[in-house]
């Protein structure tokens, strides 16, 4: 076992369950479409990272059956399913569930940021000292890390409004007492918009989702304001 731990955070692909924001553009299919190749971008990307010295670890949701999404799955990667009522007591769930097993240093990220890579995961365990965040643009966080010592149960299990643009500042309120370290801002994929910013920033190697945009433009076009 590694002293680091790496857990992808996401929601079982089930159309009409998932990415419903992309919906104003996409059908409930189209959106759980670009769910899954995000994530399969993901698994490709990130399955080096066990040589880096990094375990790495799957939470997934109950919204449906994993069986198709653990197929996929690099047997490198060990899986669970997430706990809790809110997205909060989920994440807390799966970091301390991880902890448990012996590790000093944990990272969680969301499963919907194509440009996330290794570079930027391997640099939130080395720039952590507490606790570090990669804030979003939208005014929320891709990424949460901290030490062993660190119980962030009093920011999962407070009164957040996960999902707006106060996440990230009404985090920091309950961190004062700790040395808190940043990542860059990155894009998540929650409404068409960013998917239309993303196609003229998509890294190379998200070929899934690259290859996805790539037929399904003419669709976008006419079915929206791309």
């Given at each position: 076992?590694?002293?680091?731990?790496?857990?992808?955070?996401?929601?079982?692909?089930?159309?009409?369950?998932?990415?419903?924001?992309?919906?104003?553009?996409?059908?409930?299919?189209?959106?759980?479409?670009?769910?899954?190749?995000?994530?399969?971008?993901?698994?490709?990307?990130?399955?080096?990272?066990?040589?880096?010295?990094?375990?790495?670890?799957?939470?997934?949701?109950?919204?449906?059956?994993?069986?198709?999404?653990?197929?996929?799955?690099?047997?490198?990667?060990?899986?669970?399913?997430?706990?809790?009522?809110?997205?909060?007591?989920?994440m807390n769930h799966a970091i301390k569930l991880v902890f448990a097993k012996g590790y000093e240093k944990v990272v969680l990220t969301g499963s919907d940021i194509p440009n996330l890579d290794?570079?930027?995961?391997?640099?939130?365990?080395?720039?952590?000292?507490?606790?570090?965040?990669?804030?979003?643009?939208?005014?929320?966080?891709?990424?949460?890390?901290?030490?062993?010592?660190?119980?962030?149960?009093?920011?999962?299990?407070?009164?957040?409004?996960?999902?707006?643009?106060?996440?990230?500042?009404?985090?920091?309120?309950?961190?004062?007492?700790?040395?808190?370290?940043?990542?860059?801002?990155?894009?998540?994929?929650?409404?068409?918009?960013?998917?239309?910013?993303?196609?003229?920033?998509?890294?190379?190697?998200?070929?899934?989702?690259?290859?996805?945009?790539?037929?399904?433009?003419?669709?976008?076009?006419?079915?929206?304001?791309?």
């Open positions: 076992m590694n002293k680091c731990a790496y857990i992808l955070f996401t929601r079982v692909p089930v159309p009409n369950k998932v990415k419903t924001r992309l919906q104003s553009l996409l059908s409930g299919e189209e959106a759980c479409q670009v769910q899954q190749e995000i994530l399969l971008d993901s698994f490709q990307k990130f399955e080096g990272l066990n040589e880096c010295g990094i375990d790495l670890y799957l939470a997934y949701s109950d919204e449906g059956d994993p069986a198709s999404l653990l197929s996929a799955l690099p047997k490198n990667f060990h899986s669970f399913q997430q706990h809790g009522a809110t997205i909060g007591q989920r290794t570079t930027i995961i391997q640099s939130a365990f080395h720039q952590m000292c507490e606790i570090v965040f990669g804030p979003s643009p939208d005014g929320g966080y891709y990424l949460v890390g901290c030490t062993q010592s660190i119980d962030l149960t009093p920011i999962f299990e407070t009164n957040i409004s996960w999902g707006k643009s106060e996440v990230l500042k009404q985090t920091l309120q309950h961190l004062t007492d700790y040395q808190v370290d940043f990542l860059s801002p990155l894009q998540d994929v929650d409404y068409p918009e960013d998917l239309k910013m993303l196609q003229h920033d998509l890294k190379k190697e998200n070929q899934y989702l690259m290859y996805w945009l790539e037929e399904n433009r003419g669709l976008l076009n006419e079915k929206s304001h791309f």
